[in-house]
């Protein structure tokens, strides 16, 4: 299920602990520069904050790239009075200066509805930190999307359940949500340079199954950065490595076999 996260294999001062229960999901963010890393994160909260390593259980970066902080069922360091009953999810980035980049509001709403199912909480178990009683703070900052993120919780995004309905839309077949030969024949050849709503679908669906579009997002711009994550997807899949979305890509896009 979370093989779409990337591990940086950090070394912490002292070993992890289990932490006791999993009740709540907590969204923050780093409140610092976007071009913070995970590595940096870590060897502030060791030389700041004198703990073990980085606080936070997982990381999510402004290209929408998922990495592991402490880990699932590690006890963190995120939200006191509750760090023994929640999974605290970072985004990089200060959000009461900026608005989240949709690659990265994409992958906080994969990330958290994946914990959603594997710990089997409600939506009203999904707070932003300053939710928390007794958190006196702004995180995860005033322009953090929370209610579109605890809204979109409340659709699993798994396979079986995707928004294949707006690229059936876009491309004038039967909106029915469940992509079979008819969806696959009438998709388009696309390639780097193409615009557009279908050229963002893509992107999003590559975001979605773990592959960063680069630091423009999901624009609708077919350029190096998507044409460099199709390539990768293909590769990953065994199949041509030419970054052209043609009726082989799409097939493993859509999920059919």
């Known amino acids: ?24 999901i907590i969204l923050h963010h780093t ?14 909260h060791i030389n700041h904050n004198g703990w073990i390593g980085i606080g936070y259980n997982i990381i999510v970066d402004k290209e929408g790239n998922i990495y ?24 990089i980035g200060n959000f009461m200066d900026c608005d989240m980049p ?10 958290v509805a994946d914990l959603q199912k594997y710990y089997n909480l409600d939506a009203n178990r999904i707070k932003g930190h300053k939710e928390m009683p007794n958190a006196a703070t702004s995180c995860p900052g005033s322009n953090y999307p929370l209610d579109e993120i605890k809204a979109a919780s409340n659709i699993q995004p798994t396979k079986e359940t995707y928004d294949f309905k707006s690229l059936q839309k876009l491309i004038g077949v039967k909106e029915d949500n469940i992509p079979g030969p008819k969806t696959l024949a009438a998709c388009p050849l696309i390639k780097k340079g193409a615009k557009g709503e279908i050229v963002k679908w893509i992107q999003k669906r590559l975001v979605y199954l773990g592959y960063s579009v680069g630091k ?30 043609g009726k082989q890509t799409w097939g493993k896009l859509l999920n059919i076999k």
């Not at 299920?1 to 709540?24: D, G, V």
């Not at 409140?31 to 502030?44: F, G, K, L, N, R």
Request: charged fraction near 25%.
């Open 102 to 111: 949709e690659a990265q509001k994409q992958a906080v709403i994969r990330i």
């Open 216 to 245: 423009y997002g999901i624009d609708g711009d077919f350029g190096s950065d998507t044409d460099n994550a199709i390539r990768k997807f293909q590769m990953d899949n065994k199949i041509d490595i030419d970054g052209k979305v």
């Open 68 to 91: 592991w902080g402490r880990g699932l069922d590690i006890l963190g360091a995120h939200c006191k009075g509750y760090n023994d009953e929640s999974i605290g999810v970072c985004c």
């Open 1 to 24: 299920m979370f093989e779409y996260i990337q591990n940086k294999n950090l070394a912490f001062t002292r070993p992890l602990s289990k932490r006791a229960a999993t009740n709540y």
């Open 31 to 44: 409140a610092a520069p976007d071009t913070q890393t995970v590595e940096e994160i870590h060897q502030y």
